[in-house]
């Protein structure tokens, strides 16, 4: 089976932006569930409200795919099953290793999304010597005097950083003075790379941050300025009250905040 080292995705060369890129995976789990339950055919509008997109936003990246869909019949979902998945280099075997098996890289490595989708745990590697040998999900942990040797041997051109955040950088410079061209990174913690080297980066905290802005600005629009009641309410009531009129008495259409 051909491996990651010799074969690499074609779209940055086809001209596919990083934007529809990153929508590609959505559309491929979507299409996958549909596939599952035996669907044949799905109409943009299906697919893109599976997917979390707008319609007219799929039928533009599929446009880059060369893949229109048929009027009064949609996308035939195995074709685009096959289509994507081969534009996004998963119909080939994509060797990874995991750097940091704490209980994130664990977690990582126990996960069995990985073979079904075109990547192979190649190897588990650990700064602890303790951890040498210790088999998690089926591996047997290997020591990092080993990664330069475990890359070339297994042909790895794809690397996943779960280190804490002070080894990431030396991992990091590892992994591409072997030969890694794609990392993933969980560490919390910007990589520099040279050019030439991709890194996507996981940042759970960062996404809680962003959830907890989005939530306090949720209870900001339901409370009143000193966290009494909610803002619609006291305007209601002033309203009722007589308060806030305009200069003829009438509530205007805009109330002040």
Not at 26 to 47: G, K, M, N
Not at 62 to 73: A, H, N, Q
Not at 76 to 99: A, C, F, K, M, N
Not at 106 to 124: D, E, P
Request: hydrophobic share 45%.
């Amino acid at each position: 089976m051909a491996t990651g080292r010799t074969h690499r995705p074609a779209t940055r060369s086809r001209g596919i932006p990083e934007a529809t890129v990153a929508r590609l995976p959505l559309y491929l789990r979507a299409l996958t569930a549909l596939s599952e339950r035996s669907v044949p055919t799905v109409s943009s509008e299906e697919l893109a409200a599976a997917a979390g997109v707008n319609s007219a936003k799929l039928r533009k990246d599929f446009s880059y795919l060369g893949s229109y869909g048929t009027r009064g019949v949609g996308y035939d979902v195995e074709y685009l099953v096959y289509q994507i998945s081969r534009e996004l280099g998963l119909t080939q075997d994509w060797p990874v290793v995991i750097v940091g098996i704490g209980n994130l890289g664990a977690a990582l490595a126990n996960y069995g999304g990985f073979a079904s989708r075109g990547f192979r745990v190649a190897a588990l590697i650990d700064a602890d010597p303790a951890m040498a040998g210790k088999p998690v999900a089926g591996i047997g942990v290997q020591h990092t005097d080993e990664l330069e040797h475990i890359i070339e041997s297994n042909g790895v051109s794809i690397g996943v950083i779960a280190t804490p955040a002070g080894a990431a950088q030396q991992v990091c410079d590892r992994l591409v003075a072997a030969g890694v061209t794609s990392i993933l990174n969980f560490a919390p913690t910007v990589l520099t790379v040279p050019d030439g080297v991709d890194v996507r980066k996981v940042d759970l905290s960062i996404e809680l941050q962003i959830l907890a802005f989005h939530e306090q600005r949720k209870a900001g629009e339901e409370a009143g300025p000193d966290g009494g009641a909610p803002v619609a309410a006291t305007r209601a009531a002033a309203a009722v009250a007589g308060e806030g009129k305009g200069p003829d008495g009438d509530v205007p259409a805009v109330m002040p905040a």
